[in-house]
């Protein structure tokens, strides 16, 4: 974030700036969306919905995951919320009693164990390595798991690295005893191969979701966790007291989303996936190609040792002096030290642009140090 809010400074101070940084979508959400959150708002849909949340959209989250996955979900295991941040919350404080462990890969979306930590729990790190495409290797996981170890968080296709977890390794992971946590935000957005839902694979399984990537919904701030039933009735009380329910016309919009946004979701997934094609292009030009293709998000996690071992100095000097915004390894823990997150949300033109920048940076650099 201090990436960003410096783009954002330097671009009020009239600067040509590039983000390469930011994950967020940069198109708008599909016209059912906002036609059914607009309708909403003209029939006055305002008022507190169940805790819960509507019927009618924990309906259509289970049809989602009956038709894509292959899984009955029943909607009474299903609880929308605010965003899948606030969705971590519910669960975590629901799961964890002070001193619990959850383990986590090292690099991970730094969010999960600031969620953790806040709730009284341990993260207990597993490094994964760029050799075996950053995945788990299932007997360090299982040399890790000990009496306090409450969940596996996994993420599928991964942030910051664009990878999905192969069948294997879900498989391995399920057999064990705790409980699987599965952030699955990035499930819409698969190049290559296909994602699978953690519960495919075991009913031992929290996941977490929402419609910000996918459908480019992020100011919607909608999600969902989908988690076995003796849990529900506690988050549901939770919210009931911190947030009483979701917005009722962003629910509407989510209902619509899922049954009627079909095209324009696929129409943005195609869009991403020649921006992924471009960026690793541009990226393999100036010497930055990975050891393997990311396959979904909409992220490149590159590996610059050859140039610091201090991303996030690296990062702000970039953006200094080549007006292109990248995100610094280090923000995603220690195993991430050594890399820099691309992320391709922006125009083919900005990502062609903003990697020839990143390349006159890197050039500078080697001319340097001769």
């Given at each position: 974030m201090d990436i960003l809010?410096?783009?954002?400074?330097?671009?009020?101070?009239?600067?040509?700036?590039?983000s390469l940084s930011i994950g967020e979508p940069d198109f708008p959400p599909p016209e059912c969306v906002k036609k059914a959150c607009l309708e909403a708002l003209e029939e006055d849909f305002t008022k507190y919905t169940h805790s819960q949340g509507l019927i009618g959209l924990r309906e259509?989250?289970?049809?989602?995951?009956?038709?894509?996955?292959?899984?009955?979900?029943?909607?009474?295991?299903?609880?929308?919320?605010?965003?899948?941040?606030?969705?971590?919350?519910?669960?975590?404080?629901s799961l964890l009693n002070p001193g619990d462990e959850v383990i986590?890969?090292?690099?991970h979306y730094p969010c999960y164990s600031n969620f953790v930590e806040f709730f009284g729990g341990k993260p207990v790190y597993v490094r994964v390595r760029e050799e075996d495409r950053f995945q788990y290797r299932e007997k360090e996981v299982r040399k890790k798991v000990s009496k306090k170890t409450k969940?596996?968080?996994?993420?599928?296709?991964?942030?910051p690295?664009?990878?999905?977890?192969?069948?294997?390794?879900?498989?391995?992971?399920?057999?064990l005893k705790p409980y699987l946590v599965?952030?699955?935000?990035?499930h819409g957005l698969v190049y290559e191969g296909r994602e699978r839902s953690a519960l495919?694979?075991?009913?031992?399984?929290?996941?977490?979701?929402?419609?910000?990537?996918?459908?480019?919904?992020?100011?919607?701030?909608?999600?969902?966790?989908?988690?076995?039933?003796?849990?529900?009735?506690?988050?549901?009380?939770?919210?009931?007291?911190?947030?009483?329910?979701?917005?009722?016309?962003?629910?509407?919009?989510?209902?619509?989303a899922l049954k009627e946004g079909a095209a324009d979701q696929e129409r943005m997934r195609k869009s991403f996936a020649e921006r992924r094609k471009v960026a690793l292009e541009a990226l393999a030009e100036i010497g930055l190609k990975p050891a393997s293709a990311p396959e979904g998000a909409f992220y490149i996690f590159v590996n610059v040792k050859e140039y610091t071992q201090d991303t996030y100095r690296f990062a702000f000097d970039c953006l200094k002096k080549a007006k292109v915004g990248i995100t610094p390894g280090i923000d995603f823990g220690k195993g991430g030290e050594g890399y820099i997150r691309i992320s391709y949300a922006n125009s083919q033109e900005k990502i062609r642009e903003g990697i020839r920048r990143l390349g006159n940076y890197l050039a500078g650099l080697k001319r340097k140090r001769a």
């Amino acid at each position: 974030m201090d990436i960003l809010e410096a783009e954002g400074l330097m671009e009020k101070a009239g600067e040509d700036v590039i983000s390469l940084s930011i994950g967020e979508p940069d198109f708008p959400p599909p016209e059912c969306v906002k036609k059914a959150c607009l309708e909403a708002l003209e029939e006055d849909f305002t008022k507190y919905t169940h805790s819960q949340g509507l019927i009618g959209l924990r309906e259509a989250i289970a049809e989602h995951y009956l038709s894509r996955y292959r899984v009955k979900v029943h909607p009474d295991q299903i609880l929308v919320t605010s965003g899948s941040s606030p969705a971590f919350f519910l669960l975590f404080s629901s799961l964890l009693n002070p001193g619990d462990e959850v383990i986590l890969s090292n690099p991970h979306y730094p969010c999960y164990s600031n969620f953790v930590e806040f709730f009284g729990g341990k993260p207990v790190y597993v490094r994964v390595r760029e050799e075996d495409r950053f995945q788990y290797r299932e007997k360090e996981v299982r040399k890790k798991v000990s009496k306090k170890t409450k969940a596996i968080l996994i993420n599928s296709p991964a942030n910051p690295t664009g990878y999905l977890i192969p069948d294997e390794t879900l498989k391995a992971l399920s057999r064990l005893k705790p409980y699987l946590v599965s952030d699955e935000i990035y499930h819409g957005l698969v190049y290559e191969g296909r994602e699978r839902s953690a519960l495919e694979f075991s009913d031992r399984t929290f996941v977490l979701s929402g419609f910000s990537k996918a459908y480019s919904m992020t100011g919607f701030r909608l999600g969902y966790v989908i988690a076995p039933k003796e849990f529900i009735r506690p988050m549901q009380k939770i919210q009931q007291n911190f947030t009483i329910s979701v917005n009722p016309f962003v629910q509407r919009a989510g209902i619509a989303a899922l049954k009627e946004g079909a095209a324009d979701q696929e129409r943005m997934r195609k869009s991403f996936a020649e921006r992924r094609k471009v960026a690793l292009e541009a990226l393999a030009e100036i010497g930055l190609k990975p050891a393997s293709a990311p396959e979904g998000a909409f992220y490149i996690f590159v590996n610059v040792k050859e140039y610091t071992q201090d991303t996030y100095r690296f990062a702000f000097d970039c953006l200094k002096k080549a007006k292109v915004g990248i995100t610094p390894g280090i923000d995603f823990g220690k195993g991430g030290e050594g890399y820099i997150r691309i992320s391709y949300a922006n125009s083919q033109e900005k990502i062609r642009e903003g990697i020839r920048r990143l390349g006159n940076y890197l050039a500078g650099l080697k001319r340097k140090r001769a």
